[in-house]
Structure formats: structure tokens, C-alpha cells
């Protein structure tokens, strides 16, 4: 399947800021969308009500997802590490089951994802992630080692998928689509910072950009100032 024959557009997690956004944007472009998320959020797509499809249920509830990703040429993935029962990876794996064969499979998660051990942190990035997966695992809210067990399956899959990286988040009117690096610790990616409007465009660009075909790109916003000193024009790198 071309990526040029996107119709159709799955949105797992549609509820969230992020989600939404997605919706948004794929709703401009003239997809017809399909939103999954936890029964109690349906409310929170009522803006796009008898414009897109939604789908209640658990985003880790395979039976959920096989309903929803059913005739899509896309799926949208937030991968959420939320509890302690493997949801970000119960999620991934039931789209990878599930997902039409061929399908363009796009998947959103933070920087400390690498696919490849080169990517360079900070010590003060570093710090931030262990206080977080450890406050996170104590109130069991939140377990980022399975976000990274969801990424490590989508990696070893066959499927045609991309996973991007996000920077911190802001909200705030589009700077326009990310620029974008393979690895963490490029000059471009310093500032740190995208909107998360543009975080939902990117997304929503991968399913029709085959450059981003089983690549892991990190974002940070196009206006920030290391992507206006080192991005697009400014050197070589791997830039949207």
C-alpha cells in the first residue's frame, strides 16, 4: 500500500491533547477518522461529533482495537504509560496484530525512546527520567519502562512504522511541521521545545511521508531557537 493512498485513519487515544489535535488535523486533510479511547473520555470528542467514528475502550483491549484499525490505511498511535499493567505495550501490540497488513503505523512517545543506543542525554534529562519512572512506579501511575517495551516491539516489527519522538510541550498557536534529527544531542534538537499542535502535525505528515519509513525521528519545534540556528538550510542533518 503507497502512502499516497491514505483514506482512512485510525486514532488510538484520540481523547487526549494530543489525540485531538491529530483529529483536527486529520480531519483538515479529508480523512475519515476512527478515535479510540477509555469509555469515560468520549465526551471529550464531542467537538468532532458526526465527523469522525468513535471507538469506546481500553487503547490495550485487543478486541478494541482490532474494531477500530478494521479498513484503515493509517494508524495513529499515542503510546501512554499509564499504570502499572503494561498499557503503552498491551496498546502497541494490538495495533501491530491488528492493524491491516501494509498499513502506515505512526507512534508518538518522548526522547528518552532510542532505538539505537546513540542518542546523548543530558545528566540533567537523565535525572528527570529516573525521578519520573520511579515516582511514577511508587503511586502506580505511571510506568515509562513499558513505553519503552511498546517502542522495542514496534522496532523489531516488520509493519511499516515510524516512531517520533517528542521534545517537552507547549501549547500555542503552529510554529509549522518540526524539524527533526535520528538522534538526541544533535545542535538542533537543544531547544527542547514544540508545540503540541505541530507535535499532532508531524504525526499526522509521517503517514504520507515514506522518508520516515521505519526511522525513529526526535522533534523540536521549527521556531525554537536551535532549529532557526542549525535546521532546514543550516548544515547537514536529517530535517523535515
Known amino acids: 500500500m503507497g502512502t499516497n493512498r491514505v483514506r482512512k485513519v485510525c486514532i488510538v487515544g484520540a481523547s487526549g491533547k494530543l489525540g485531538q489535535y491529530m483529529v483536527r488535523h486529520a480531519l483538515e486533510r479529508g480523512y475519515e477518522v476512527v478515535g479510540v479511547c477509555r469509555e469515560r473520555s468520549v465526551p471529550k470528542l464531542a467537538p468532532f461529533e458526526g465527523r469522525m467514528t468513535v471507538v469506546p475502550g481500553a487503547t490495550n483491549d485487543p478486541e478494541v482495537i ?28 494490538a495495533v501491530l496484530d ?17 532505538r539505537d543506543g546513540k542518542d546523548t542525554y543530558s545528566r540533567t534529562f537523565l535525572a528527570a527520567v529516573r525521578v519520573a519512572a520511579l515516582v511514577g512506579r511508587l503511586v502506580r501511575a505511571v510506568e515509562i519502562d513499558d513505553q519503552v517495551e511498546a517502542c522495542r516491539r514496534v522496532f523489531a ?11 517537552s510541550l507547549e501549547e500555542g498557536e503552529s510554529q509549522g511541521l518540526p524539524v527533526w534529527s535520528r538522534h ?32 525513529a525521528p526526535a522533534i523540536v519545534g521549527r521556531r525554537t531557537p536551535s532549529a532557526v540556528a542549525h535546521g532546514p538550510g543550516a548544515g547537514p542533518g536529517e530535517y523535515a
Open 184 to 215: 538526541v544531542g544533535d545542535p538542533v534538537l537543544a531547544s527542547n521545545l514544540t508545540r503540541r499542535v505541530d507535535f499532532a502535525l508531524f504525526m499526522v505528515e509521517a503517514l504520507t511521508d515514506d522518508s520516515l519509513l521505519q526511522e
Open 98 to 114: 491488528h492493524a491491516e497488513p501494509g498499513a502506515r503505523l505512526v507512534f508518538s512517545c518522548g526522547w528518552h525512546i532510542t
Open 157 to 167: 516489527s516488520g509493519t511499516r512504522w515510524t516512531v517520533v519522538r517528542g521534545s
Open 66 to 93: 482490532r474494531r477500530a484499525v478494521t479498513g484503515c490505511d493509517g494508524v495513529l498511535t499515542v503510546l501512554v504509560p499509564w499504570g502499572v499493567r503494561q498499557y503503552a505495550s498491551g496498546t502497541a501490540q
